[in-house]
């Protein structure tokens, strides 16, 4: 039988784990598994469980919306989420099946996350119930409101749209009689990540408690709530976002990730680990010097592009396991937190998204991205120097049997003054002999990774006969603060002079058709497509995607526009010249190149202004210039979308670029 090529459509068939978790013997793992469902333009979830006396897995849970799976300590048996009626209830169910029990029905509205106490009496999750007053049809959807009034400068968020709904909350539920209790106070700011000490007494959380923290939007605080006093201590740390959270064993440290240059650009500093002992509040780093970010930041559209994952310490709090971004990985690492040493946990260009271990720090469940293949769950284990890794799931194994691709090679160039990470995705049944046309694709973030994960657009564009480039540019992130600095004050440089030098590079390699370069980009992608087609007539068409074009109207209209005053050094009215100078419109009437626009209608980050202002200057210079909107749809169409949309917006991209191959 013959293997055929990937299309868009596959991304119906396509099943991604995540939020692996081990039983607290390392016999089971349970995690959650997305899918498409076609019918309803949208996406389903099951509980699945892996049991190490079987060596399989299979799905646990029958619900359609069951997700974020937690161990009981006590029976072993399963607590879960289960949306029925746009409503989330806690289900708990036996870890051998069986029908599940709905032991409690919360209030409208939304969990970010939960965690059992080591106790197993208590459920601590991050809750945001929806706005007072809300009324719901006959199926539970929300109706809008008459009107929205705002008095807050962060007033809407991408994804979730104009918001005047509590914030997030730390609260406590008890298991045996579905008491809720709010723990965290009454804040203008949401409580971001949370965590238990071992003895089930406390839970220590990090807010943004400043009185105005959407000017001060990097101004975390560390608290910790008594169970027994219900009361709340803040510790003193130096100000500074944080990433991460967790009490140390022994319950005397709160270790932490962050750092404490609030006022630098999203993504320049690198959050890395420290600690606060807790009675007199001496603080402690311990990475500085890695130079890398402790948190996730590689993109895609499969895997989850960006978070941050709790540590792990052993029983004896001497070490701390924890992930970085790092050269378009998340490797693992262990820190000895006595002599500051760090180790590498696994070989190879490993990128681990998130990850759950036994109490003993000996056995592991991870969720893995891997060039080859779409994400899967792995089992790992730590025995003295031995280490075992095995894939325990098989969930897109059909999927990948009759399917004819290549693997991304990675390599490394020669850019503006530093060494740049390429990927380079080859047509199926690539030959040497024959020219292809390539297209450059640049991430956003700015200070994002490509890195070693199935990337399904770039299949799609490689099975099309192109060959896909996507590099990591200065700017970028896991290459050390210092590059990701590198953009700050001017977005156009060096990472256009890095992405053309990568161009240069492949075509160097002698299978490039010159007179058939395309370039694309989404976010700030899509901003660095625009800089790079209003400075050079190099490519044959482009295509920018949910892009900036102006600057100064994108501190106005964004979500959150106002952060990017620390990257100009100041805003549009105090570095007017600035801002003019690192926009693209201003050197629209320089576009020569063909330019195909696509922007979601309620994309809040880079609102469809930024795609207007572009459209309608080059349509007034009779410029080569298209439009294509996709309503319903925000700033993540790409990675989270309707499933119908994903697919349009990826033909659509494909009937642009192959309208200019025989031209």
Not at 134 to 146: Q, R
Not at 207 to 217: E, F, G, T, Y
Not at 226 to 247: A, E, H, N, W, Y
Request: net charge negative; glycine share 8%.
């Amino acid at each position: 039988m013959s293997k055929r090529k990937v299309n868009a459509h596959d991304l119906l068939s396509l099943r991604i784990p995540s939020d692996p978790r081990l039983s607290q013997d390392g016999a089971q793992i349970i995690f959650t598994v997305k899918s498409v469902n076609e019918a309803k333009d949208g996406y389903d979830s099951a509980i699945y469980i892996y049991e190490k006396c079987t060596g399989k897995a299979r799905v646990l849970t029958q619900g359609k919306k069951d997700q974020m799976g937690r161990f009981l300590p006590d029976d072993g048996s399963v607590c879960f989420l289960r949306e029925i009626n746009q409503r989330l209830n806690f289900m708990k169910l036996s870890n051998r099946g069986g029908e599940a029990e709905n032991f409690f029905q919360l209030p409208y509205g939304e969990v970010e996350d939960y965690e059992i106490s080591p106790n197993g009496r208590w459920l601590a999750l991050l809750f945001k119930p929806e706005a007072a007053g809300t009324e719901h049809s006959d199926d539970g959807k929300a109706k809008a409101p008459l009107f929205i009034e705002s008095d807050r400068l962060h007033y809407r968020l991408d994804g979730k749209g104009y918001d005047t709904a509590p914030f997030t909350g730390l609260y406590i539920l008890k298991i045996d009689n579905g008491k809720l209790i709010k723990c965290s106070p009454e804040l203008k700011a949401p409580v971001h990540c949370f965590a238990w000490g071992a003895e089930s007494e406390k839970i220590v959380y990090a807010v943004n408690a400043q009185d105005d923290p959407d000017r001060k939007s990097d101004y975390d605080d560390i608290l910790i709530y008594d169970m027994k006093s219900r009361s709340t201590k803040q510790l003193k740390k130096p100000d500074g976002p944080v990433g991460f959270i967790c009490f140390s064993k022994s319950g005397d440290r709160v270790f932490f990730s962050g750092h404490f240059k609030p006022n630098s650009g999203w993504g320049v500093e690198n959050m890395s680990i420290h600690s606060i002992e807790i009675s007199n509040m001496k603080l402690k780093s311990y990475t500085e010097k890695l130079d890398r970010s402790a948190e996730s930041l590689t993109l895609g559209d499969i895997t989850p592009s960006f978070g941050s994952q709790r540590p792990i310490l052993t029983p004896d709090d001497r070490f701390l396991f924890f992930s970085v971004s790092s050269e378009g990985g998340a490797p693992l690492l262990k820190l000895d937190l006595e002599s500051g040493e760090i180790d590498s946990i696994l070989e190879g260009p490993e990128l681990i998204i998130s990850y759950s271990a036994t109490p003993d720090a000996k056995s592991w469940a991870f969720h893995l991205a891997q060039l080859e293949r779409p994400d899967e769950v792995w089992h790992f284990t730590i025995d003295g120097e031995k280490r075992t890794l095995k894939r325990i799931s098989q969930l897109n194994d059909r999927y990948l049997e009759n399917l004819d691709f290549n693997i991304p090679e990675v390599h490394t160039i020669s850019g503006e003054g530093a060494l740049i990470q390429a990927f380079i995705l080859k047509p199926p049944r690539f030959r040497d002999d024959k020219k292809y046309p390539l297209l450059l694709q640049i991430h956003g973030g700015p200070r994002g990774q490509y890195g070693y994960t199935w990337f399904h657009e770039m299949h799609v564009l490689a099975a099309a006969g192109f060959v896909v480039l996507y590099t990591n540019p200065q700017g970028s992130q896991g290459f050390g603060r210092d590059f990701a600095d590198a953009i700050t004050g001017k977005w156009g440089e060096p990472a256009m002079d890095d992405v053309m030098a990568a161009v240069d590079y492949i075509i160097g390699l002698g299978y490039i058709d010159e007179k058939k370069l395309f370039v694309t980009g989404g976010s700030y992608g899509g901003y660095l497509t625009n800089w790079i087609i209003s400075h050079s007539n190099r490519f044959k068409a482009a295509i920018t995607q949910r892009c900036v074009s102006n600057l100064e109207s994108f501190f106005y209209s964004s979500d959150m526009g106002w952060e990017i005053a620390k990257e100009f050094g100041g805003t549009p009215w105090e570095k007017p010249d600035t801002y003019k100078k690192w926009s693209p419109i201003s050197y629209a009437q320089q576009i020569e190149t063909p330019l195909l626009i696509i922007h979601s209608d309620n994309d809040l980050r880079c609102p469809t202004e930024q795609a207007e202002q572009l459209y309608v200057r080059l349509k007034m210079a009779n410029k080569p210039v298209s439009l294509i909107r996709f309503p319903e749809s925000s700033h993540g169409l790409s990675r989270s979308g309707h499933p119908a949309r994903r697919i349009a917006r990826l033909e659509k991209i494909l009937d642009f670029l192959k309208s200019f191959l025989n031209s």
